[in-house]
């Protein structure tokens, strides 16, 4: 890969977050706290049915009942997870009224500068030092300023293919942890 870091990049981009890129990046940052969770409660719920199973004369004990019951435990706590999570971030998205707005972005060699297109009082820059790490899917990137917190920018944002491509070019260059998820 050529070295463009003494080449200068400029990029524009703009667009408006929906709620659905928002969704992403929290089920994203939260899908391995539910795995657990449901591996978690599926041991839990076996466990206790087994021992509750034991303890009563009144009951035989079956394997196969014991991991159907656990498994239907796991769900229920997986699937109330998800409802609950949605819920949260429907409240967060429609109470944050600067995350609604159309943002341009104007990402460079030294980093992204963020603007709201409607504020101009609502700006922030970020060098390429800022970021600890950057996770691109299939139609999103990622760029981390903590471990749950992170700058979202849609590949839709981008008004070519070729503006993607220089802005992984950077991202590559600047930020040592880079994962291309598909």
């Known amino acids: 890969m050529t070295d463009h870091r003494h080449s200068e990049i400029h990029i524009e981009c703009k667009g408006t977050l929906t709620i659905d890129d928002l969704k992403s990046f929290r089920f994203h940052k939260t899908k391995k706290f539910f795995c657990t969770s449901s591996l978690l409660a599926f041991l839990l719920v ?3 049915y087994t021992l509750l199973v034991i303890m009563s004369p009144h009951f035989s004990f079956s394997v196969s009942s014991a991991l159907y019951i656990s498994l ?9 997870g998800l409802i609950a999570l ?23 060699n030294e980093g ?7 504020n101009s009082k609502s700006k922030s820059f970020f060098t390429w030092d800022d970021f600890v790490s950057a996770e691109e899917y299939k139609n999103l990137f990622f760029l981390y300023i903590s471990h749950r917190s992170a700058v979202i920018i849609p590949k839709r944002f981008f008004y070519s293919n070729e503006d ?10 600047n930020i040592p942890e880079y994962k291309t998820i598909k």
């Open 46 to 48: 076996f466990v206790v």
């Open 72 to 80: 239907i435990g796991a769900v229920i706590i997986y699937i109330t």
């Open 86 to 108: 949605n819920s949260y971030i429907k409240k967060d998205y429609y109470s944050d009224k600067l995350l609604q707005e159309e943002f341009k972005c104007i990402i460079n």
């Open 112 to 118: 992204i500068d963020l603007s709201s297109t409607r």
């Open 164 to 173: 993607i491509k220089n802005f992984q070019m950077l991202i590559n260059e």
